[in-house]
Structures are given as structure tokens and as C-alpha cells.
């Protein structure tokens, strides 16, 4: 197997479990993310992320191939740099890349011949041959003779229990030498890599998988609501749908959609597609009908309280990141929720075994531990976000009144103190 250096630039939810993988099958790794703070946490072999303990931090640094870096000077120590910067919208909805240019622009002094130049980020098709490949080329040196360029989207699942490994790599190149220099990298710590024929056809690939799920979620959204007039539990159809043993993918409804990809990438195709005179009317109303579901299900809690007005009114909120057993609050929808519950005027509080501190509009949420007190002082307990390590039987023990949006509390419960989205 060869073995190459490699720099990872951003140590967040994809990069620092990239830069581990390759560590472990034994090449050298410089992890390297301007935040210092993510820095120091590493080299105390603390971890800020959900899938990686304190300990898996300090087997990383054990193996003495893994060294983590503030600096980019790094960047000219490796044969590959692969860059897992986050790639967010801004606030008209358009790809905001500030800090992908930022990482391009800042790995250019220190690029070296023949270095390969890997993107995982989430972005629009055209984003490595427009946009990075010509400040790659700024430096004189060009791109597939002097330096490689290839496209490999992160599909990493925080939470799932997915082995990184596994997930297959799908890789796409500038040129065949360079889908074939990224394929060699790949290979050695993936299990299964699939080649597609370019840059573009890769790119699109990522967003292609996310748009499919952000369209088949707001699916299921929609028919939440008729599903509640028609008096039918829709989780209880979806159940018997999924025995059906092929054509069917079950997906859930929920208050909405968060993350970063999900809510994201079907607006990165969205926003190139109108570049082209073109539209995609299956996104733009998954889109709405998504945004719309957060202020629903503020609805349906003024209907459990049996209250045209939220004023005043005590809400514990349970779970507040975007999905459950992870730390991450990247698009949450349960941030929306409470920013319409304060709108409104509800004294607002959380729990979440995953989080501390939330802020909301500038102002700070409190924290309140989940005790059998507390979730009886409050007028309404709301599910947001259903992590596996909550004591689920103590809220529906104690509860006044319970929104569960997740589905996590058992049906027909004879307390009539619950209710579903």
C-alpha cells in the first residue's frame, strides 16, 4: 500500500474523522483549522465532537502519525491537501464560499509540484474548475501537468454509527491522471471507491443524494398534516409501507430540516440550475414547505395547551441539534421553534445531553436539567431533537402536557397528556 502525507484543512464533523482514518491505515496526516481553540482542544486530546470520545483523540496522537496545526505551512510538508471547510448559504439563500477561497487562497504560497488538491465540501457543480483551479493557477503551475485537482464529497452520517471506511468514495478528477492520483488515496483507507468521469459529474453526485432526501422529507411533512385530519398516525403508516419490499424508502416527518447538508445542498443545485435560465419547482416547494414547518408545530402546541396565545407560557423544550446524538446546531430547526415560542412571549427553557449553551436571537436560553420537577413546572414539554439517552419515560410520567414532534413516546398513552406533530 503507499503511503503519502496528507494535510486535512478544517478539523470539524468531516475533516478530523477523515484526518483519523488516513492516521490510522498509516500515513502522515497534518490536521490544520485556523481555530486555535479546536487546537488546543486536540493537542490536551479533548474532543468537541459527538462520534469521537477524549480517548479516540488520544489514540490518534498515539499512533505519532497525526499532528495538529494552526498554521497552512503544513501545506507544503504533503503530497495531498484535502480541504473539509464548511460551505454554508448566505442570507439571501446563495452559496456563500468565503471560507473554501479563504482555504484555496491560503494554501496557494506554500503549494508544491505535483501536489494533489482534493475538495470535500459541499458545493455547486463547476465550483473546483471555476473557481478553485484558477487560483490554483495563479501560482504559474497548472493544473493537471503541474498539480492535481479531484472532487470527493464527505458523506459522513454524525450519529449513525456509519464506520467512515465503509461509506464507498466517490472520486472525480480534472484529468484522468488526477481522478487516478485521488483514487490511489482513497484506496487505501476506503473500502470501496467509485470513479466517475469528472469534477462536475462528482459534485452534482453529492447534491443529487441530499436532494433526494430534502424532497422525500418534506413528502412525509405534507402528509403530516393530512394525516392528522384524516385521524391516521402517519409514523403507524410508514411502518407497514417499509414491509414492502422494494420501491418503498421510509423517511419521517419532522419540525423541520437542519444540518449541513440536508437544508443546504438542494439549494447549491437550486441556485446553479437559475444560473442556467433553469428551474427546479420540486426543491423550491420542498423548500417551502420545509421552512413552513417549524411555525406548525408552534401551532400544534397552542392546540395541546388548548390556548390561542403562548404568552407567558412555560416551555421545556428536549433536544435542540439538528439531528439526534450529535453536538452539532448547524440549521437547527429547534432554534426555530424557539425563536417563534419567544416571539410569542413563552418563557422558554432546554435540555439536551449533547449541549449547554444555546443563543437564540441574541439572548441566551436557559439550560435546566431533566428532573421529574422541572418537567412538572413546565405548562408544555416539546420534543425537538430525539436523542437515544433521554429518559423518555420520566417526561411522559411527568409532563402536563408533551408535543413529541420525533414520535419517541409510546401511542395511546391513557395520561392523554401526549400529543404528535
Known amino acids: 500500500m503507499p503511503l503519502y502525507r496528507l494535510g486535512v484543512i478544517g478539523l470539524g464533523y468531516v475533516g478530523l474523522p477523515l484526518a483519523s482514518l488516513f492516521a490510522k491505515v498509516g500515513h502522515q496526516v497534518y490536521g490544520i483549522d485556523i481555530d486555535v481553540n479546536k487546537i488546543s482542544l486536540l493537542r490536551s486530546h479533548v474532543s468537541y465532537l459527538s462520534d469521537m470520545t477524549d480517548a479516540d ?58 501536489q494533489l488538491i482534493v475538495l470535500e465540501s459541499s458545493t455547486y457543480p463547476g465550483t473546483c474548475e471555476e473557481l478553485v483551479k484558477p487560483i490554483l493557477e495563479s501560482t504559474g503551475k497548472v493544473v493537471g501537468r503541474d498539480l492535481h485537482l479531484a472532487y470527493s464529497p464527505e458523506r459522513i452520517d454524525p450519529g449513525s454509527g456509519w464506520e467512515l471506511h465503509r461509506i464507498p468514495k466517490v472520486v472525480g478528477g480534472y484529468t484522468p491522471a488526477c481522478t487516478e492520483f485521488a483514487r490511489s488515496v482513497y484506496d487505501t483507507a476506503f473500502d470501496q471507491t467509485v470513479v466517475v468521469s469528472s469534477l462536475k459529474t462528482a459534485e452534482i453526485t453529492k447534491l443529487l443524494e441530499n436532494s433526494q432526501r430534502f424532497v422525500n422529507i418534506s413528502l412525509m411533512n405534507s402528509m403530516l398534516k393530512v394525516a392528522r385530519k384524516l385521524n391516521v398516525s402517519l409514523w403507524e403508516a410508514i411502518r407497514a409501507a417499509s414491509t414492502k419490499p ?39 416547494l420542498s423548500r417551502q414547505t420545509n421552512e413552513g414547518m417549524p411555525q406548525y408545530a408552534v401551532g400544534r402546541l ?4 388548548g390556548s390561542a396565545s403562548l404568552e407567558h407560557a ?30 410569542e412571549g413563552a418563557d422558554v427553557s432546554f435540555y ?27 405548562d408544555c414539554v416539546v420534543i425537538l431533537t430525539d436523542h437515544s439517552n433521554v429518559p423518555y419515560d420520566l417526561i411522559a410520567e411527568h409532563a402536563t402536557v408533551v408535543l413529541d414532534t420525533r414520535h419517541v413516546l409510546p401511542a395511546g398513552s391513557d395520561r392523554g397528556n401526549v400529543n404528535y406533530l
Open 352 to 378: 439536551d445531553p449533547y449541549i449547554r449553551d444555546v443563543n437564540v436571537g441574541g439572548s441566551d436560553i436557559p439550560f435546566a436539567p431533566l428532573t421529574a420537577d422541572n418537567v412538572k413546572a413546565a
Open 246 to 284: 422494494f420501491g418503498f424508502t421510509p423517511y419521517y416527518p419532522g419540525p423541520g430540516i437542519g444540518g449541513h447538508c440536508i437544508p443546504v445542498d438542494p439549494l447549491y443545485l437550486l441556485w446553479k440550475a437559475r444560473e442556467h435560465e433553469l428551474d427546479l419547482p420540486f426543491i423550491e
Open 314 to 343: 412555560s416551555v421545556l423544550v428536549i433536544g435542540v441539534t439538528y439531528k439526534k446524538d450529535v453536538n452539532d446546531l448547524r440549521e437547527s430547526s429547534a432554534l426555530k421553534v424557539i425563536s417563534l415560542l419567544r416571539e
Open 57 to 114: 483523540v488520544r489514540a490518534l496522537f498515539d499512533t505519532g502519525r497525526f499532528h495538529a496545526e494552526s498554521s497552512f505551512e503544513a501545506a507544503s510538508q504533503v503530497d495531498v491537501i484535502v480541504l473539509c471547510v464548511p460551505t454554508p448559504l448566505d442570507r439571501n439563500g446563495s452559496p456563500d464560499l468565503t471560507f473554501l477561497l479563504g482555504a484555496v487562497h491560503s494554501i496557494v504560497p506554500h503549494l508544491q509540484q505535483s
Open 302 to 305: 397552542r392546540e395541546a395547551l
